[in-house]
């Protein structure tokens, strides 16, 4: 049984780029890195959800431009999670997915 699932982000190019360094840097695949950095920032994600009163976030644009289809293959229990707070929060899967490469870049978790 397949335990991963592939799918396709909408991501600025300089997320993309930074995903493919980290990854060539730590010697793991772009996939495991992004899912990686994704289960690093469920705290983040977390804190964000009750900051908020537990109310969808606002001031997030709908559509960003200048973005880039990038599949990867996440854990089905990493997309389901993901696909969680992309509802509860009312955000789109790919824009907590920029959020979680800027936290990790950002936020000093070590990315490995």
Known sequence: ?????????????????????????????MSRWLSDCIQNSYEMIIDGYYTNNKQPLVGFSRRRNGTVPKTFSVPIKVFETLRWFSRKLDMKTSHLVTLCVLNTEWGGVDGK
Not at 2 to 15: E, F, G, R, S
């Open 1 to 29: 049984m397949n335990n991963h699932k592939k799918v396709t982000y909408t991501l600025p190019k300089a997320i993309i780029n930074t995903v493919e360094k980290r990854s060539f840097l730590a010697e793991i695949t």
